[in-house]
């Protein structure tokens, strides 16, 4: 039995601390904040079963053009981000070449293949299941072209990896989803995906659990850590603290803390926003706004709309741009009574430019262990990384955790 400390408590370190923790580990978690308050309280809440390939970058000139004229609502580039992150954007790039991103694919498949089992049995024992829905994910599009098309790639790529999907027609959207006001065209959806109606309260529910099982959480700002002959110190708020292994699960702020020790982790910093609005009704399940590069989802606070990517400085200024026109888009299809006050939020995606995260050992010091870059789905991932870290500690060695290695 070894001394672990995890660093970040968001969905990422809660889940490695409970599996270290079940592997017979002693087990403390750091964070500044509270269990799940940051990325993994933000996010569209899906538990994306369907999510068998990462987000590549488009390589072809007219959806750059798109995006570089600020054209579609899916992604915005401020072109002052460009100088700062260049770097991990031509990674970016190189590694979103067809033949790379095809060596990716398997591994990314076979991460996500597990995830609704591996939340299934942290929701079953940690009594969460309230939190849970299985019903699906859907996508709405606004054309019968666009709609058809979808069908055809949605298709091809369900049967590739074995996935149920349904092509639904507007009208019969409608019976199936009661509060839409109208009928779109149709609707692409993936019945094996979950959500949950609040991301921070199943992060808090899996904390609990940790809590439960021994394990402690601390809640406190790390600021520096240094190797020592027994193992790791951790300079914090008041004090220190000294464990044998840290494992880094800091979300979007892990590179910042690893620059000291030498390590220059590129990132592709992929800010999103999402904002509350008082809805008459509920959905069943959450959808994807294919024409306007939005989630919504009923959630405990109201529809939840959260937008695609941010491409800006850390520093930058909040542009509410993408989540003001997805909050239009929805109020087109579902009854909206307005803004829930004081309920916007942004945060960033940590996206990797391998579009893999990061787990394992860390490459030049003993007793470090990296899990972060989870990207755009994190939330999905945590329980399943893990397992994953949790194994590599006692071990396990094969093609997917060298895939992860950082
Ligand atoms: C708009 C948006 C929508 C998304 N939708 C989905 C989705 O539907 N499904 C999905 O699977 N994923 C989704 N994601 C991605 C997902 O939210 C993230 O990948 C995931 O939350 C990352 O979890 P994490 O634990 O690594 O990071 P975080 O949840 O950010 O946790 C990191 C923790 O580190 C702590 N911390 C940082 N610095 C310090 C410090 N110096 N000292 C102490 N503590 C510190 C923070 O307080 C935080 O709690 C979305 C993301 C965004 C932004």
């Not at 750091?30 to 990325?39: A, F, K, L, S």
């Not at 309280?41 to 390589?59: K, L």
């Not at 916007?344 to 050992?361: E, T, Y």
Request: with cysteine; aromatic share 6%; proline share 6%.
């Amino acid at each position: 039995m070894a001394d672990f400390l995890v660093l970040g408590a968001g969905m990422v370190g809660i889940s490695a601390a409970l599996a270290l923790q079940a592997q017979g580990h002693a087990v403390r978690v750091i964070d500044q904040r509270g269990p799940g308050e940051e990325t993994s309280h933000g996010n569209a809440g899906v538990i994306q079963a369907e999510a068998r390939a990462p987000y590549a970058m488009p390589r072809d000139l007219a959806t750059l053009l798109r995006y570089g004229l600020g054209r579609s609502n899916d992604f915005r580039l401020d072109p002052a981000v460009l100088p700062g992150s260049a770097r991990a954007l031509l990674d970016y790039f190189r590694h979103s070449a067809p033949a790379r991103y095809a060596q990716v694919i398997p591994h990314y498949a076979a991460l996500i293949a597990r995830a609704t089992a591996d939340h299934g049995t942290l929701v079953a024992d940690a009594g969460a299941d309230a939190l849970i829905r299985r019903t699906g994910l859907g996508e709405i599009y606004e054309t019968a072209q666009d709609f058809d098309a979808r069908a055809q790639t949605a298709t091809d790529f369900a049967e590739t990896h074995g996935l149920a999907l349904r092509c639904v027609a507007g009208s019969d959207l409608r019976t199936e989803e009661p509060a839409l006001t109208r009928s779109p065209a149709g609707a692409i959806v993936w019945d094996e995906s979950w959500s949950t109606s609040d991301p921070g309260a199943l992060v808090r529910a899996y904390a609990k659990l940790f809590e439960a099982r021994g394990g402690t959480i601390l809640q406190s700002a790390v600021h520096q850590i240094t190797e020592t002959v027994t193992g790791w110190r951790v300079d914090r708020d008041g004090g220190h603290l000294s464990a044998e292994h840290l494992v880094v699960a800091l979300g979007p702020w892990s590179p910042a803390l690893l620059k000291h020790l030498g390590y220059r982790v590129p990132m592709v910093m992929k800010r999103g926003y999402h904002g509350h609005y008082d809805m008459q009704g509920k959905l069943a399940r959450p959808y994807l706004l294919a024409d306007h590069g939005v989630v919504m989802s009923t959630m405990a606070r109201g529809l939840r709309i959260t937008t695609g990517a941010h491409l800006a400085r850390t520093t930058a200024p909040q542009n509410l741009a993408q989540l003001t026109h997805g909050a239009a888009a929805a109020g087109a299809l579902v009854g909206l009574n307005g803004p829930v006050p004081d309920s916007q939020w942004q945060g960033v995606r940590p996206c990797l430019p391998r579009m893999l995260p990061m787990v394992g050992r860390a490459p030049r010091h003993d007793k470090l262990w990296f899990n972060f870059g989870h990207g755009h789905q994190g939330l999905t991932l945590g329980p399943t990384t893990g397992a994953l870290l949790a194994d590599i500690v006692d071990g396990r060695d094969d093609a997917l955790t060298r895939a992860l290695a950082p």
